[in-house]
């Protein structure tokens, strides 16, 4: 049982360290203070009821108890799509407990073996990356991995990507079909691939697909994820009128990088996808930009892009986030989101704040 540190400034703890000890000496004379205390725990040579530790535990798992668009999230922190494997990879690291979901890598209809390498590199304010989709494609997700989703502590969510609507349309169904998973995330904007951003490349592209995916998907909530570098309002604007729960905000920003000495782009694919601090400034305006023209509250945002600790995640909140990813950070700390969700509980307290979702939208201009 994990006790917060607000738990030991209680007035009650004070008292109950140099009268219970007495109590309990007073009642083991007569023999029964075994049965009467086996359920309390000592912090710091306190004693602490079963009760107030249960007190405790609640308020500390509902700071941050999120949710998304009609899901109940525990954390409103959220694996991001190709950082976190398909499933439970997470697991070892002990980060699943303090994510409200992990989203799958973007699953498409055949298996995907992706670009050459060099395939990822890193920048000075984060990484570039050129999968280009690599996955293991539906079938053998459904077969092999979506299981996993029964015995996780938190949401699997699956990203799902393609060339055609049919592609989308065919994997968003078979993801539909399957009942644990509740969240489907639709990846209009991936950068690294010749054929699979031209969706995302003007409002009404991408309204036509996401309206035939929606007529599609009868059970899952269907979220689109945006790039960084469009005219963000107005895709966000078609995608909420074709029908989506949600947004995610976002995709990675198109990048490059030239080593000098051959003259080579470093990337085997040419360019690719720019992630980590350097992005968060633009998603943080993208968020803010959607939050406040299109969703107003109405449509739940996960912000994503560059979160590196509790403040990046908070800022994303003030912008309208109701969710946060985590992306990169991810692939250098496993475990970060037990200290960024610890860190994000500390900012809605120190805000007055029972629960984070009073602060979603919250800038004051
Ligand atoms: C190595 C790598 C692989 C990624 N693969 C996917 C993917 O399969 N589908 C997708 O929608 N986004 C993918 N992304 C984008 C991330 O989900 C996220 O949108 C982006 O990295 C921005 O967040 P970050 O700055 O926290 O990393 C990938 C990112 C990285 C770094």
Known sequence: MHLSKDSAASP???ACKYALPRLKCAISLVGSADAIFSNWAIRSGVLIPPWYRSICHNAHV???LTNLGGISLRSPLIGAAGTVGYTNELADAGALDSLGAVTSKSLTRLERVGNAVPRIIPSKVGMLNAIGLANMGIDRFLAERAQDAGSMPCHLFASIAGHSVDDFVS????IDAESTIP?????VSCPNTSDGRHFSADPASL?????????NVKRAKLFAKLPPDSDSVALAAAAVDAGVDGLTLSNT???MAIEVHSRRARLSNGRGGLSGPAIHPIVVRVVHDVYSQVSKGRVPIIGLGGVMNGEDAAELVLAGATAIGLGTVL?????????IASQLRSWVREQGCSNMSELVGQLRM
């Open 12 to 14: 009650i703890l004070p």
């Open 62 to 64: 509902l700071t941050l």
């Open 171 to 174: 994997v968003a169904e078979r």
């Open 183 to 187: 969240l489907i995330e639709v990846n």
């Open 207 to 215: 309204s036509a697909l996401l309206k035939v995916v929606r007529a």
């Open 253 to 255: 920003m198109p990048a």
């Open 331 to 339: 692939l250098a700390e496993p475990s970060a989101p037990l200290r």
